[in-house]
């Protein structure tokens, strides 16, 4: 069985998960430029604003129309800003699973930002799309993408050796590929009782037109 994510926005005590549009470019391109997501992530380097274009108006609506996953910018209620992005992947409609992945802005770090996108994000693929397992991968020493796992409820299921690329920057500016492990982690509807309450007593989630 093959479907597609809908256009969704969801929402928290103080996010609000949408669609990315036009408007984000400039703030895209900025947040992808940064050291650390340049380290732990495959995005190119450097990232231009005609790669943000091309990301909003090409690569995210085919992933979606497609059936393959959804991405959705991850923007403050209150101020509108740009402050990550949460991406949905490899979605298997037979087995109702899907890769969850998150990137938040280095103006936005601290917050509590990913694990709130993140729970919201689950509880929105549990009960409205019905679908059974979340997996997350991190490499082995993204200490904070591992600490978001855990704290959403994640269970890690062990180790895929030599399964990541991770890039490291030498002085003179250039980019090498290092490989090292994934760490495996998996969300059932099951690990989400009794969490997200801040959630729950939000807006929840609405259709995007």
Known sequence: MTSTFPNISISTERLVL????????PALAEMMNDEQVAA????????TEDDARHWISDYAPAERTDGRG?????????TQRLVGVIQLTKTNWHIRSTELSYIIAP???????????????????????????IEI???ADNTASQQVAQKIGGISEGV???????????????????????????????????AG??????????SWN
């Open 40 to 47: 732990w992530t495959d995005v190119p380097q450097p990232f």
């Open 18 to 25: 949408r669609p990315l549009d036009e408007d984000d470019v």
């Open 107 to 133: 103006w936005a770090r601290g917050e509590g930002y990913a694990s709130e996108a993140s729970l919201a994000t689950a509880h929105w693929l549990f009960g409205d799309q019905k679908l059974e397992r």
């Open 70 to 78: 959804l991405d959705l910018a991850v923007t403050e209620f209150l």
């Open 137 to 139: 991968r991190t490499a």
């Open 160 to 194: 895929l050796r030599n399964a990541c690329i991770v890039h490291v920057r030498a002085d003179d500016g250039t980019w090498s590929d290092v490989r090292t492990d994934f760490i495996v982690w998996s969300l059932l509807p099951e690990d989400l009782e009794g």
């Open 197 to 206: 309450e801040e959630f729950a007593e939000s807006g929840g989630f609405t």
